[in-house]
């Protein structure tokens, strides 16, 4: 979940954006790419959203789901912890009816996203997940596309739409900017905020560590509710999701990712340059749309602290109505039409 949290306590934001239903005519398509001779379909099968691809790219093995016409205006979707790609599956047919080749993937330590070589180091911190993303552009043949995604998918979103601008047509990202570094990691947050990040220290301990490893599916669970307090999500929706962390990088890679973010561990000498361009907090020029939900129960920045960082066409919208951290699957029609909307001004 994001880093930054603001010292003052949340306060819901008035006079939300309602979003409208209104249907865009597609943009028009691409020149199909050709597809990448390591393509193919995984073992597991169907999703409920499609069938899961896996192709080579960077130090991944990378499961994906690839829907909508081939030569359409690519969106990516991101997701975080502890949810999966089935965080967009309502989302996700809203855009490829407009016309849109939808990508999701699942992150490093995530569902059959595997690595290559067994002494890769399970690496966690922001920039070696943005660079798996951008090997995956690679690897498919993807010049530029809207990124959008939530907690650790909006993060790697700006990352993204920070060090290459150049590969981002339009961005949405719930929970605004969440660029981060361990410098600011190691700040102390006044006692209420610190109380909101429990499981960041639980996880700095070999106790917390082995708790997660034996109990993933039930801490994961906790989150979901504490971070979505009014989302009444039942067992099947949760465990579609769960079988995820089943991967066996799972656990290396979420406690890497808070421990890094701490200064606990150190990152990789190949991510030190991004991480310290990351760390003066650049701004993010693409077109952009930020989005908060009026019940986010995770650790959240105010969206007054960082609409200065957008420096290109922006707005924020605020989706009432009881919406937890998890937008994208509480609020499909409201992340859906976002990326609709932000699309046209790219």
Same mark, same amino acid.
């Given at each position: ?7 003052s ?13 209104t ?23 169907n ?8 192709v ?14 081939? =030569?359409?205006?690519v ?21 490829t009816e ?5 990508i ?15 002494t890769?180091i ?17 690897a ?26 150049e590969?981002?047509?339009a ?13 600011a ?11 909101q ?13 082995a ?16 971070a ?11 465990e ?10 799972h ?11 701490? =200064?606990l ?44 960082k957008?420096?290109g ?20 029609r ?13």
């Open positions: 979940m994001s880093k930054q949290v603001s010292r306590r949340r306060t819901i934001l008035g006079a939300a954006a309602l979003l409208i239903a249907r865009f005519n597609p943009i028009s398509k691409a020149a199909a790419e050709p597809v990448p001779a390591n393509l193919h379909e995984a073992k597991s099968g999703t409920g959203m499609g069938p899961v691809k896996q080579n790219a960077g130090l991944l093995n990378v499961g994906f789901v690839d829907s909508g016409p081939t =030569g359409g205006p969106v990516i979707l991101l997701h975080g912890w502890p949810y999966d790609i089935h965080s967009f599956a309502d989302a996700a047919p809203m855009l407009h016309g849109y080749r939808v999701i993937p699942y992150v490093r330590g995530y569902g059959s996203t595997r690595f290559l070589s067994e890769t399970r690496n966690g911190q922001p920039a070696a997940l943005a660079v798996d993303t951008i090997e995956l552009m690679d498919l043949g993807i010049e530029k596309a809207i990124v959008a995604g939530f907690d650790w998918g909006a993060r790697t979103a700006n990352v993204i739409a920070a060090l290459w601008p590969r981002v047509r961005m949405v990202s719930v929970s605004g900017y969440l660029i981060g570094s361990q410098q990691g190691r700040m102390p947050l006044l006692p209420g905020a610190e109380l990040w429990w499981y960041e220290f639980y996880f700095a301990t070999e106790r917390g560590r708790g997660y490893d034996m109990y993933r599916k039930e801490f994961s669970k906790l989150i979901w509710k504490l979505s307090p009014k989302w009444s999500f039942d067992d099947a929706t949760f579609r999701s769960a079988r995820s962390f089943d991967n066996p990088d656990v290396d890679i979420v406690i890497h990712n808070y421990r890094w973010r701490l =200064g561990v150190d990152g990789e000498p190949r991510y030190e340059d991004l991480e310290s361009r990351l760390a003066k907090g650049p701004s993010i020029g693409v077109p952009t749309i930020t989005m908060e939900g009026d019940a986010n129960g995770a650790p959240h920045p105010e969206p007054a602290d960082y609409a200065k957008f420096t066409r922006y707005s924020h919208r605020t989706i009432m109505g009881g919406v937890g951290h998890n937008l994208p699957q509480e609020a499909p409201a992340f859906a039409q976002a990326i609709l909307d932000v699309a046209q001004q790219a």
